[in-house]
């Protein structure tokens, strides 16, 4: 069993930065290739950023490649999201999720995922 739990969103102007944390609880966090997604009032939950068990690999959906950075930290149990340059498209709910995997393997798909946070809101004002 794995437990998620997200921090850092908020309410930022556009051109602003936000850091989202996502700290898994349980022994098996080192199985699971991480990843965040998001869903904006009215639609569906879309795929933001991956990172892979072993944390050689990323993968990043092209609406934020180039402003955000997933990154995870095995020794202390955490997972990040740093959002630059954020634009009022970027507003809507951000979950952390787990998925059991390979090591190098990236997911993609929401049904890929087994564990989900309860989300944090990031809201960015034009």
């Known amino acids: 069993q794995v437990q998620l739990v997200e921090s850092g969103g908020g309410l930022v102007q556009a051109g602003g930065s936000l850091r989202l944390s996502c700290a898994p609880s349980?022994?098996?966090?080192?199985?699971?290739?991480m990843g965040w997604f998001r869903q904006a009032p009215g639609k569906e939950r879309e795929f933001v950023a991956v990172?892979?068990?072993?944390?050689?690999?990323?993968l990043y959906a092209d609406s934020v490649k180039g402003r955000f950075t997933i990154s995870r930290d095995n020794a202390k149990n955490t997972i990040s999201l740093q959002m630059n340059s954020l634009v009022p498209e970027d507003t809507a709910v951000y979950y952390c999720?787990?998925?059991?995997?390979?090591?190098?393997?990236?997911?993609?798909?929401?049904?890929?995922?087994?564990?989900w946070g309860q989300g944090t809101q990031v809201t960015v004002s034009s």
């Open positions: 999720a787990a998925g059991a995997s390979s090591s190098q393997r990236v997911l993609v798909q929401p049904f890929d995922y087994t564990y």
């Open positions: 990172i892979s068990r072993s944390g050689h690999n990323t």
């Open positions: 349980g022994r098996t966090f080192l199985s699971y290739a």
